[in-house]
Nanobody, 124 residues
Framework: QVQLVESGGGLVQAGDSLRLSCAAS????????MAWFRQAPGKERESVAA???????YYVDSVKGRFTLSRDNVKNTVYLQMDSLKDEDTAVYYC??????????????????WGQGTQVTVSS
């Protein structure tokens, strides 16, 4: 029922920053757990970060300390602030929503809704 639209991707140099946004519509945003996944060329989609309905955040080790996930329940938007970007961060980044998590937040099967993705390219 919820629609997700990502924005904010682009081409940057290593060490630069980007902020991705995911705007939700058509549902009650505050009742969803939200997450970011990414998919590099030739690779499977992998988890990046998640934020629960009540604001708990989780990150994979490779982005911990560099990425910050937040949500604004008034604007129905989740943000991914990405600092100190590396070339291995290059991927299409997807926003996802889950009404409830029954297993690991890192599992794609936990999420019911997905955005179209936004491209992030980091060059040296």
């Amino acid at each position: 029922q919820v629609q997700l639209v990502e924005s904010g991707g682009g081409l940057v140099q290593a060490g630069d920053s980007l902020r991705l946004s995911c705007a939700a519509s058509g549902g009650s945003f505050s009742r969803y757990n939200m997450a970011w996944f990414r998919q590099a060329p030739g690779k499977e989609r992998e988890s990046v970060a998640a934020i629960t309905k009540i604001g708990w955040t989780y990150y994979v080790d490779s982005v911990k300390g560099r990425f910050t996930l937040s949500r604004d329940n008034v604007k129905n938007t989740v943000y991914l602030q990405m600092d100190s970007l590396k070339d291995e961060d290059t991927a299409v980044y997807y926003c996802a929503a889950s009404s409830r998590l029954s297993g690991s937040w890192r599992s794609r099967d936990e999420y019911d809704y997905w955005g179209q993705g936004t491209q992030v390219t980091v060059s040296s």
